[in-house]
């Protein structure tokens, strides 16, 4: 090779290596000057991604219109899940039951939605992940098509466990399914996208149920929730290409949350706080109208400023839980524990009781982003099954919430429920006080840490994460 030859080679081989250089720059993630610990801005997305189809090689943000699908199935499905809380006296007293018993229409969703996550995980690896996608929304518009022709209470709940499955899905591969669409940068706008869709319909369900109810009948309520269903079926038909199969989950890695003692703590106190938020807010229509005397126009107004709350704190929680993580979930569930026990001293004055819903609005929105960034960041990356437990554990202190609740409703009425969700909350975030919580934001606490891993290799960090050992070697 002549010198020529050679210089040229050497200024092409030294060109890529700057570039590379500057590409593992643009992939570093966030780092955490207080915490010690290296937390990469789209960890949630990559536990998800584990579950959800594979990616394929080359895939550039081609696919816009099939997040926005995805994000519309998660729209149906929360509007669907939320129509009986906003019209549970209504239907109650139509299908001929007391409130307490109407409360099963949101306990047996969520029970199904616990059994059917970690399952769908374990069983599914071969499925293509578009088909089942949209069959899950296929069986949203079944269950709602069900919920509103059902003749009686029993109907109604086998409409509801049809639902449960496809929350249970959906939650696992939802965000999954997305995230493999867009390249790895996008990844975490990817996400939101489809969080979006859980935000709007946490919102509008209730008022809008609420507002049909009162306007037609409950059973438009659940028409119009089959129809936004067909769309988002039609919508992903359209535009979500076919994804391929899922990666095996293996029945041990369903366990390696309760196995390990930081991601267990934040499992307990997000289980408590769940628990504890549904055991009231499954029965928020009654209760404002027993304790402030609102009537059904007033209410929708008031479920809609709770929701308001709840998205702005979710929107907010998302910037908190960088660098205040253990404080953002800890202060969600006080928020919902002094909320529910002021409303359960308060009769009659309307305008602080609005204010208490608002408040309770207020940290009840910020917890399912403070909870999944805790097992995002406590949970090692190559645990493929953490997600599928989380959603089962949760779907079921909301369903075991609800159902006690109701049982405390039809005995004590508004304010032993109201009691009964304040302590339980506090009790949860006060759980984070202790040294397995505060191990989360310890400033030597590494990754093998957060796990109780000590004494063995950290797990490998996310594709685009640089190891902090690798790089000061």
Known sequence: MTNRNRDLANRETGAATAGSSQAARRARPVTSARFGTVIHRVVPAHLACRIGARARAGERDAWPAAVVAIA?????????????VGLLADISGHLGVSVGTGGLMVVVPAVAAAVAAPLLALCS?????????????????????IAGLAPGIGVMLAARAVLGVCVGGFWVFGAGAAITLVSERARGTAVAVVSSGIFLATVASLPAASLIGTLTTWRAAFAVAAVFAVIAVAV?????????AGGRVRPRSLLTVVTRPVPRIGLIAAAAIFFANFAAYTYIGPLLHARAGLGAS????VLLGFGLAGAAANFTAGVTVRAHLRATLMGSGLLIACSALLLAAVTGARPLIIALVAVWGLGYGAVPVAAQSWMARAMPANVEGGLALFVSALQGSLAVGSAVGGIVYDAEGPGGTLVLAGVVAALGALTLLGRAGAAISSPSA????????????????????IDPAADSA
Do not use: W
């Open 236 to 244: 992903q038909l359209a535009a979500v290409p076919h994804l391929g």
């Open 72 to 84: 519309l199935g998660s729209f149906a499905l929360v509007f669907s899940e939320l129509i009986p």
């Open 446 to 465: 590494g990754p093998a840490d957060l796990t109780g891993e000590r004494g063995r290799d950290a797990p490998a960090p996310p594709p685009g994460v």
């Open 125 to 145: 690896a071969r499925l293509e992940r578009r088909a089942v996608l949209v069959g899950l929304s296929a069986l949203v518009v079944v269950s709602d098509v």
């Open 298 to 301: 007033a209410i929708t107004l």
